[in-house]
């Protein structure tokens, strides 16, 4: 867990028994060298009584993607129980020691996400407002953000191509302005009609605009238009930033709702697919099934 750098804060980590508690099977320092973004999967033990884990001043994310839990953590005050569920993102607050104990049902498996505390000041500087309020964004994060684990669980499953040190800046930038504009109450929107100073931040505006218009046939004039840029120049540089082009990341974001809506509710696959943005159940199962490998009738039923 602790590497030579001069951007993540990993002291807290030495004389961590990182081997009593998980397997480390992929990291993106080692494979691809990235420096701005540090992602990591791991297999964690079924079963733990004392678990302490370090206090770090960086942004560290969770995603489990295996196994099921009930949490007990404790910092400082009385115990907090959570769930450990696939799909859910949890948010560990900065420079926060916790003491945890568990029993899963098997084996537990997680992605993980560390930002350097650096690009969180920077990014929360250009956006305005003041401090950060990290247990504001923890909580509201806990409540379900599919744009955050969808990028979380890309971030986790590399292909052949790493995309280099300018992809995990841009995808630890992406993930900080929306952690911040969507997640961290008290904090100032921009109203300003100007462009943005930062790219990553007129991406965020187009990302923000998908989700507020879900159910809507969205253009990628409209997109650009939102992001004061050329339809040209949006395309470019949102993928850059979230690796997928706007009407494949708009796809992901309305097939993620038909997955809430099919688990959470008893609406018809008809009237899911008209609240998520698509013409009729035809076009949401066919979406449905390239992301997810079974059609929506299935997946309610699983």
């Not at 540090?38 to 206090?55: I, K, S």
């Not at 993607?65 to 560990?92: H, I, K, N």
Request: glycine content about 10%.
């Amino acid at each position: 867990m602790v590497f030579d750098s001069t951007r993540f804060d990993l002291r807290p980590y030495v004389g961590f028994d990182m081997a009593r508690y998980v397997r480390r099977t992929y990291c993106s320092w080692e494979a691809f060298g990235w420096r701005s973004l540090l992602v990591q999967r791991f297999e964690h033990v079924p079963v733990a009584d004392d678990m302490e884990l370090p206090g770090a001043a960086d942004l560290h994310m969770v995603l489990p993607v295996g196994g099921r839990a009930v949490m007990e953590s404790r910092s400082g005050g009385r115990a907090v129980r959570s769930a450990w569920t696939p799909g859910r993102v949890q948010l560990g607050i900065p420079d926060r020691t916790v003491l945890r104990r568990y029993r899963g049902d098997g084996v537990m498996r997680s992605v993980q996400v560390h930002v350097p505390r650096d690009t969180v000041d920077s990014v929360a500087a250009r956006l305005g407002g003041g401090p950060v309020d990290f247990e504001a964004m923890a909580a509201s994060l806990a409540a379900g953000d599919p744009l955050i684990e969808e990028t979380v669980r890309a971030l986790g499953t590399p292909g052949g191509d790493d995309g280099g040190e300018l992809y995990a800046e841009s995808a630890a930038a992406f993930l900080t302005t929306h952690l911040l504009t969507r997640h961290a109450r008290g904090r100032k929107r921009r109203t300003d009609p100007r462009p943005a100073t930062r790219e990553d931040a007129r991406v965020g505006a187009a990302v923000a605009m998908m989700h507020d218009r879900l159910a809507d046939p969205l253009t990628l004039a409209e997109l650009a238009g939102e992001a004061h840029m050329s339809v040209y120049h949006f395309v470019r540089v949102f993928k850059a930033a979230t690796g997928a082009t706007p009407y494949r990341f708009l796809t992901r974001l309305r097939v993620e709702e038909a997955q809430r809506l099919l688990r959470g509710t008893d609406l018809a696959i008809a009237q899911i697919a008209s609240r998520v943005g698509f013409a009729g159940p035809g076009a949401l199962s066919a979406a449905f099934l390239r992301q997810t490998g079974v059609r929506p009738s299935a997946y309610r039923n699983s």
